[in-house]
């Protein structure tokens, strides 16, 4: 960005700075911060996929680590993300194909997302701790 | 990405929407999400029943033919995901030099990430055939 000396002080636009956190936009961060997260995920796939392929005692080092309660808490973590990109992704391809427009259907499909990850994420927890 | 073009002729006569490749970025994102959907679904499946079990029963898990081929789309159309979604965040946020560098390496880490991925799965694959 170009900057001259004398530029005069103008007002700002609204920005994210001084703007009000609404469902909306904290939501459309949220699907960034977790696609950041779930990036960083899909390598720990990665280096569980290869342990595994090294043998049984690196996957059991592997599985360790996540069994312990700092891997325990960040795979809770980790699951939600999941789930909250998931179902925000969907929300996305809804608007993708011109649906669900209005505010009301915005706010809507938001409050829905934001249940359906807290939901799925205890659902899936409580699944995989009883069977 | 020619084939794809929804916008309208006129649209792209009067020279309206992205100038380069935005859109082609734009469509794939959407289709790697959408092939992701039922992928993600199968993994999330797969992890919840077997959270925690032992090597051979991973191993075993894994070394099936429909759970291999599975596994390596999984793991293409995830990080060609993540290497398009990175981009874009990377696009909006970094404005210095390190721009150039962070997008060329997400770009080679995603590639490598797949690569690696892929051949371990075929490692556990070809371990497991030999063994039955």
Same mark, same amino acid.
């Given at each position: 960005m170009r900057s001259t000396p004398d530029k005069p002080a103008r007002p700002l636009s609204p920005n994210i700075q001084i703007y009000r956190p609404q469902l909306t936009s904290v939501l459309s961060i949220a699907n960034r911060i977790t696609g950041v997260g779930l990036a960083l995920c899909a390598i720990a796939l990665v280096i569980w996929l290869v342990t595994a392929a090294s043998g049984p005692q690196p996957y059991s080092r592997f599985q360790h680590v996540i069994g312990s309660w700092p891997g325990l808490a960040l795979l809770l973590v980790a699951t939600f993300a999941f789930f909250l990109h998931l179902c925000g992704g969907i929300r996305h391809l809804v608007w993708d194909s +011109?649906? +669900?427009?209005?505010l009301r259907q915005i706010y809507a499909s938001g409050w829905i997302v934001l249940l359906a990850s807290v939901g799925l994420t205890l659902l899936s927890w409580l699944v995989s701790l009883t069977i | 990405m020619e084939r794809y073009r929804i916008e309208t002729p006129k649209a792209r006569a009067a020279g309206?929407?992205?100038?380069?490749s935005g859109f082609g970025h734009w469509w794939v994102e959407r289709v790697t999400a959408v092939a992701l959907l039922p992928l993600v679904v199968w993994f999330a499946a797969s992890l919840i029943a077997h959270a925690g079990s032992d090597y051979e029963t991973f191993v075993h898990w894994l070394g099936t033919p429909v759970n291999a081929v599975l596994m390596v789309l999984l793991l293409v159309v995830l990080f060609w995901h993540t290497a398009l979604g990175l981009q874009v965040v990377i696009e909006d946020y970094v404005h210095s030099g390190a721009k150039v560098w962070l997008l060329l390496v997400t770009r080679f880490a995603c590639f490598a990430l797949t690569v690696t991925g892929i051949m371990a799965t075929l490692r556990i694959v070809f371990e497991a055939w030999a063994a039955s």
């Open positions: +011109a649906r +669900a427009f209005e | 309206l929407g992205s100038a380069r």
